[in-house]
């Protein structure tokens, strides 16, 4: 959990992808963790053999062999540094009230790729000149959509402006 936030870009790797991360929207808002919790970043499911830990913050558009690094990588610093999880979410995690104020999720992709960039984690795990090279495709990926005009804006501001 402790590393999530360095990686998010290999887990929300466009900028549609935040759009999801929504109150209500069944994607986590918030890094927390919980039992049998959907509204949790990590859900604790099953019992006994079964037992298992969901990762709920990889969209469909992640490449899954990135998704899978990062989540290895930062679990095996846990392991070897003895991480402790902060204490479990109950209830709702979309409710900030609640006490469940765990991290919340990058706002966006350039938020993302600048935490990213900026991590001496991801650069130990993962080399500077990898680090480096997804850190400018991201940037670029945010800098291309923060430049584009879109239909709806068209629509939108053309007779009013």
Do not use: C
């Not at 990588?73 to 003895?82: M, R, T, V």
């Not at 979410?89 to 960039?117: C, H, I, M, Q, W």
């Not at 495709?137 to 291309?144: T, V």
């Amino acid at each position: 959990m402790k590393w999530v936030p360095d990686f998010f870009p290999f887990y929300a790797p466009t900028v549609n992808s935040y759009k999801r991360f929504v109150s209500g929207s069944w994607a986590p808002t918030r890094l927390t963790w919980s039992i049998d919790n959907r509204t949790a970043s990590f859900r604790v499911v099953g019992h006994g053999s079964s037992l298992r830990i969901e990762f709920r913050v990889p969209g469909a558009d992640a490449n899954p062999y990135l998704a899978f690094a990062a989540a290895l990588a930062s679990g095996l610093d846990g392991i070897q540094n003895k991480i402790e999880p902060p204490p479990m979410a109950t209830g709702n995690s979309y409710d900030t009230g609640a006490g469940d104020d765990g991290p919340t999720v990058p706002r966006d992709l350039a938020e993302a790729a600048a935490r990213f960039k900026a991590s001496d984690f991801v650069a130990a795990a993962l080399g500077k000149d990898v680090q480096a090279h997804y850190a400018r495709f991201f940037e670029n990926e945010a800098q291309a959509y923060a430049a584009a005009v879109t239909d709806w804006e068209q629509k939108r501001y053309f007779e009013l402006i």
